[in-house]
């Protein structure tokens, strides 16, 4: 931050992970910024759940090829289906399955701050499309529009795993459904997710 506002100016900036859970963010933003603008990042909550097993087996290192939950994607929901609506062992610290209930998550900052000032961006838009989907940001925001400069990834997983089985994809994609049924009710826009 002070590097920031050294070469920049005063700027305030942040990445909260994984601010949706944090349930009770959105009323402590209001109280301190009542008219902010907020942009929340979704990613489809069944390639979520994948990208976080990877991230477990990569926290969790020597002790996680060995336990039973972690052994296999297949075994990682299974357990967390099984748990729920506990959360399943993690060496994350996030619960797999309630950290992609969008709607339930995203229910406080509707409340805190009302539609219109809540601007739903689809990681997979970011994705294929990073500078029209920052120039949507940046017009929610009224800000004018910076040119897109494309920086190479810098928090990829190395780990190099079997893969999404398609067995565990189809449960999470049915788990899932009825929240992003909601999720694209209380936004009026479907994500487009299964």
């Known amino acids: 931050m002070r590097r920031v506002r050294r070469n920049t100016g005063n700027a305030r900036t942040g990445h909260f992970t994984p601010a949706l859970t944090f349930l009770d963010l959105p009323g402590r933003y209001r109280a301190a910024v009542p008219d902010a603008k907020v942009v929340l990042v979704l990613r489809d909550p069944v390639s979520r759940a994948y990208s976080q097993y990877k991230w477990e087996l990569l926290v969790g290192g020597p002790d996680a090829a060995v336990a039973p939950e972690f052994v296999s994607y297949a075994a990682f929901v299974e357990a967390s289906l099984a748990a729920y609506p506990e959360p399943a062992p993690t060496y994350c610290g996030l619960p797999l399955l309630q950290s992609g209930e969008y709607d339930v998550l995203t229910a406080a900052w509707l409340a805190a701050f ?54 565990s994809k189809a449960l999470l994609a ?19 997710w299964t």
């Open 114 to 167: 009302g539609r219109d000032r809540i601007h739903l961006v689809r990681a997979e838009d970011y994705f294929a499309d990073p500078a029209t989907t920052l120039a949507g940001i940046y017009e929610f925001l009224e800000l004018p529009a910076i040119d897109f400069v494309p920086v190479p990834r810098v928090n990829e997983n190395p780990l190099v795993t079997p893969g999404e089985d398609p067995a």
């Open 174 to 192: 049915e788990f899932y459904r009825p929240h992003n049924r909601r999720l694209a009710e209380s936004f009026g826009r479907d994500m487009g």
